[in-house]
């Protein structure tokens, strides 16, 4: 008998799960919940789920095999808490998405106990935006995906689990939850602090210099990208993470002090050391994989629902030399006109497209 699925939170993470487990195997019944019905409705209509739910522990919950739980992390929680009075299928495995592992499995082990099967998990891809309107099949493609099983998971319940997610194409990584959290604290959250701090720099010195903002580009732009992401999810993320982010903060004062003692002493030998021992370690990082950095770069174009017309846009940006990496028809209008997202390399490929569509047509772009 074919799979079936419940998905709950049905954004950028859960979108683009649910695209790639649909993609890979059609025959899988994906039923999702979202508390924004706005977000469910769309997620039928791209596609990414059979059947939406319009409460958050339906009837047929009971003939699940596997629930993913695709909410901030504080949700995830809320939502285990609420499940261990819920009638499950027997051997249902219980999963999540969240970027924090220790409070998220304490709870599934606290409050779910030995009756259910939870594994710990954590896409490390993504981007700064959210909702499904985001979500990409191959969004997780090469990158890592950590796992971490509890004690009641067998090797058969990991496997099986890992077949349902063949789609993604993502590396799998076993971990504790304890390791998760000071790795994804060095690597990610803490790094996410440091981008929004070089932001309020910027802001607090504007007002004495109004070129800050017009000149803010390039290396400013790419290391502080990920300051546009979701407010209310890395609020969640830093209560989640917070001893292991005091040591980073302290850690972080001192390596500072450090750097500012040698600009202070005027010390050019150990400032070239900094920056030659940095750019070593950040050369020797693996490589970009394809699909583990996903194209940020989207724009979104209102076009004409009629045969050729993904052709007629390409034909545009081919006569401007524009190459794009990724093309999607969004059926997301009830009208004529339909939805197609092109993805760039660059915000400089973006923005000449932006010319070059408005150039050779009157469809209407925006970004999202
Ligand atoms: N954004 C990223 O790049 C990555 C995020 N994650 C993790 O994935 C999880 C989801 O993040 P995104 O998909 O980016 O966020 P998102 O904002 O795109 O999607 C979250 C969805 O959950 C829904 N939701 C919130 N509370 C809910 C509830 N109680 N019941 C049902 N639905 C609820 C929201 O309406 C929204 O549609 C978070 O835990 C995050 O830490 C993991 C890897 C990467
Ligand atoms: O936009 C980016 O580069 C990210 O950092 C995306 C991201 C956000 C949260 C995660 O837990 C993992 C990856």
């Not at 339906?58 to 629930?67: C, E, G, K, L, Q």
């Not at 995906?145 to 799998?172: C, H, M, R, W």
């Amino acid at each position: 008998m074919a799979k079936k699925i419940y998905l709950i939170g049905l954004g950028l993470i859960g979108g683009s799960i649910a695209l790639s487990i649909k993609h890979n195997d059609p025959s899988i019944h994906i039923i999702g919940f979202d508390i924004n019905n706005d977000q469910a409705a769309l997620a039928k209509k791209l596609g990414a789920i059979d059947e939406v739910s319009y409460e958050i522990f339906p009837s047929d919950i009971s003939s699940v095999d596997i629930i993913f739980i695709s909410t901030p992390v504080e949700q995830t929680i809320n939502i285990i808490k609420d499940l261990k009075d819920v009638e499950l299928k027997k051997n249902v495995i219980i999963t999540d998405v969240g970027s924090t592992k220790v409070k998220i499995v304490e709870s599934a082990n606290k409050y779910l106990n030995g009756r259910i099967k939870f594994v710990g998990g954590h896409p490390m891809a993504g981007s700064h935006k959210s909702g499904i309107l985001a979500a990409k099949p191959h969004l997780f493609e090469n990158a890592f995906y950590i796992l971490t099983p509890s004690k009641y998971v067998t090797l058969e319940d990991l496997e099986q689990l890992k077949n349902i997610l063949e789609g993604t194409k993502a590396n799998f990584i076993e971990m504790s939850p304890q390791e998760h959290d000071r790795v994804t604290g060095v690597i990610s959250h803490f790094p996410h602090i440091v981008a929004a701090s070089l932001v309020y720099q910027a802001k607090n010195h504007e007002e004495q210099f109004p070129l800050v903002k017009r000149l803010a580009a390039g290396g400013f732009r790419d290391i502080t990208r990920i300051a546009s992401s979701n407010p209310y999810m890395w609020r969640d993320i830093l209560l989640h993470n917070k001893g292991p982010l005091l040591h980073l903060f302290d850690d972080w004062i001192s390596e500072m002090e450090r750097v500012k003692g040698f600009v202070e002493n005027e010390e050019a030998e150990n400032l070239y050391d900094y920056f030659e021992h940095a750019k070593h370690y950040r050369d020797g990082l693996p490589e970009k994989q394809k699909g583990a950095i996903p194209s940020f770069y989207d724009l979104y174009v209102d076009v004409p629902d009629y045969p050729g017309i993904i052709s007629e846009v390409t034909g545009f940006l081919a006569q401007e030399k524009i190459s794009l990496t990724n093309i999607r028809i969004i059926e997301t209008r009830e009208e004529i006109y339909g939805v197609l997202r092109l993805s760039f390399q660059t915000e400089h490929d973006r923005e000449l497209a932006i010319n070059c569509i408005s150039k050779y047509s009157t469809y209407e772009t925006f970004i999202i």
